[in-house]
């Protein structure tokens, strides 16, 4: 055949191209084998072998829940905050938790979980409440917060990222900043600068800040359950043994981002070095809710509970900000409500009451709606202030029937001392007639001071004279005993006064001021 040749002893030859071309596939084949070895010796490892561990001797956790807020309360952060609490205390954490925090409860539970850290630590700071980005930095905004504008953020609340630096300048190994703190802002009308949701912070190295929601955006309370959506699926994931650090909120974003449609996507942003484990791997996950103190969490039962509220005032009454009720002053109310935590306001004459309530299944829990003296405080805070009229013109005088030109100054400063209320009148009257300017006849002028003791029922004022003095021009001097005052507040702009200063023998009034004082600033 062509292309072989016969050798000795019978048997067959292979062509050399033939042969080398064995040799090389047997080349490949064995290489091939050797490279596909590698790559499963490589990769097929699982890959949090190859990442160093964050062992730490300590964890060191802060955890903050602000519900009850002076201007837009929230109904879970104070939730979140025992339930976030429990669960860290549960994993080792030495965790301190503030409810309902004022800025000078803040600051100290601020210092108290900073001082603690140490070179090595893993610190965890979670909050949960209102929180507010003025020029891309990012304020937590305690209850008691009551604001009005930018710099009032910037100086009575606290910047996240000065205890990130903080936190990031203890030594402490690994840093955690957890915010759920992107619910819509009702401070945000109140300047120009300040944008929705939370700003992005970037992480120095060896810190991890996860956000509610991306920046920019708001994120849900989720006032149908006891936790924010966002803390809800971060219990759940701290839960689940094995997760690092990044698995934990990749596993509550997948989970927020579905519950929300879409609305909702959770955010993180990470310099982290090594691996952290919340729950180490083969461990038996922890049970779906933490209870280390049953008398206050509500969870674990069901049924309704009983709310007997009492109010010292006609006012209108709401939970959680459903649909007002009607209270009547001395009447004694029950409510219904779910076991959990609830929002209690109520409101009347301008006063507001607020009130933050855990109730379990029940429970029959009583609360005494105080508006009353808030009411009166209100309503002086309506009065009290400078009223005046300044008036220039032409007129008649009454009785002499004779025209002239006039100029009328009145003034009432109501001021509060205590409960008590006093006005003080200052009155200031020249008239020239326009006939003859010369004529002494014709020419008037007067000036009264006075003061009284005030008393304010409803928009209805009532007044004793303390003393009123008048002196006209020619030099008479009068001291008026019988005089008598009422106001009526018109607007919050107008006060109408009614004062009689002098009557004769038979009551018929002589002398009287009636103007209709305008507020002054």
Request: glycine content about 12%; hydrophobic content about 35%.
């Amino acid at each position: 055949m062509a292309g072989f040749r016969k050798l000795g002893g019978g048997s067959r030859g292979i062509a050399p191209r033939h042969a080398t071309a064995l040799r090389h596939m047997a080349r490949c084949f064995v290489l091939g084998w050797l490279i596909a070895i590698a790559a499963l010796t490589l990769f097929g490892q699982d890959d949090g072998r190859t990442i160093k561990p964050v062992n730490a001797a300590r964890k060191v956790a802060l955890v903050i829940g602000n519900s009850a807020y002076r201007n837009g309360p929230l109904k879970n952060p104070a939730n979140d905050a025992r339930d976030v609490g429990a669960r860290l205390s549960e994993l080792g954490f030495d965790a301190e938790v503030v409810l309902n925090g004022g800025r000078k409860q803040m600051a100290e539970g601020i210092d108290r979980f900073l001082n603690k850290l140490r070179t090595g630590d893993v610190a965890l700071f979670y909050y949960s409440g209102h929180g507010a980005q003025i020029d891309g930095e990012n304020y937590l905004i305690p209850v008691d917060f009551e604001g009005q504008n930018e710099t009032d953020v910037r100086y009575d609340t606290h910047a996240a990222g000065r205890i990130q630096e903080r936190m990031e300048r203890s030594g402490a190994q690994l840093n955690i900043i957890v915010l759920d703190a992107c619910r819509d802002n009702p401070y945000r009308s109140s300047s120009r600068n300040a944008a929705g949701g939370l700003a992005a912070m970037n992480a120095g190295r060896g810190t991890f800040v996860a956000f509610a929601t991306s920046p920019g955006r708001t994120a849900s309370d989720n006032s149908s359950g006891r936790n924010g959506l966002f803390t809800q699926y971060f219990l759940d994931a701290l839960r689940q043994p094995g997760l690092a650090l990044d698995d934990v909120f990749n596993v509550v974003r997948e989970h927020v981002d579905e519950a929300s449609g879409g609305r909702q996507l959770p955010w993180t942003q990470t310099a982290v070095v090594g691996r952290f484990t919340f729950v180490a791997s083969g461990s038996t996950p922890l049970a779906p809710r933490p209870n280390p103190n049953p008398s206050t969490d509500n969870r674990m039962e069901s049924g309704p509970a009983t709310l007997v509220v009492e109010s010292d005032t006609d006012a209108t009454f709401t939970v959680d900000a459903q649909p007002g009720v009607a209270l009547k002053a001395g009447q004694i109310r029950q409510i219904t409500l779910s076991p959990g935590g609830h929002i209690l306001q109520a409101s009347a004459g301008g006063a507001g009451w607020r009130k933050v309530v855990e109730i379990r299944a029940g429970e029959q829990q009583a609360v005494v709606v105080e508006l009353a003296k808030d009411i009166a405080d209100a309503a002086i805070r309506r009065i009290e202030g400078t009223w005046a009229l300044n008036w220039e013109g032409e007129g008649n005088f009454s009785a002499a029937g004779h025209r002239f030109h006039g100029k009328v100054d009145m003034t009432l400063q109501i001021s509060r001392s205590g409960n008590d209320l006093t006005g003080v009148w200052h009155q200031a009257s020249d008239y020239k007639g326009i006939e003859d300017p010369k004529d002494p006849q014709f020419n008037y002028s007067t000036r009264i001071d006075a003061r009284f003791r005030l008393k304010l029922n409803g928009d209805k004022l009532t007044g004793i004279p303390e003393f009123a003095h008048e002196e006209r021009s020619g030099g008479e001097k009068l001291d008026y005993k019988e005089v008598s005052f009422d106001g009526t507040l018109v607007n919050p702009n107008q006060l109408k006064i009614g004062i009689v200063w002098q009557r004769d023998a038979q009551g018929k009034e002589l002398n009287t001021s009636q103007p209709t004082l305008e507020r002054r600033q």
